[in-house]
């Protein structure tokens, strides 16, 4: 049981998808792709945006104001 758990811990940097070389200037492009933002559809980050502050507003999250009802 100790030698999994050994292998195991060990098999977590090796695992990983960190990489020690920089991204290339050559590479840049491929992650400025829109997909591979992290909300690719801002009309639909926006409104999930607007919903949780619609909800989050009513128990006092980021900011104190708006009753939770959405009409903000």
Do not use: I
């Given at each position: 049981?100790?030698?999994?758990?050994?292998?195991g811990?060990?098999?977590?940097?090796?695992?990983?998808?960190c990489s020690?070389q920089?991204?290339?200037p050559?590479?840049?492009g491929h992650?400025?792709?829109?997909e591979?933002a992290?909300?690719?559809?801002?009309l639909?980050?926006?409104?999930?945006?607007?919903?949780?502050?619609?909800?989050?507003a009513?128990?006092?999250g980021?900011?104190?104001?708006g009753?939770?009802?959405?009409c903000?």
């Open positions: 049981m100790k030698h999994r758990l050994l292998l811990l060990l098999m977590v940097p090796l695992a990983s998808a020690l920089p991204v290339q050559w590479q840049r992650l400025a792709r829109p591979m992290w909300e690719p559809d801002p639909l980050a926006a409104y999930r945006r607007h919903v949780q502050f619609s909800k989050e009513a128990t006092g980021p900011v104190l104001g009753g939770g009802c959405g903000n």
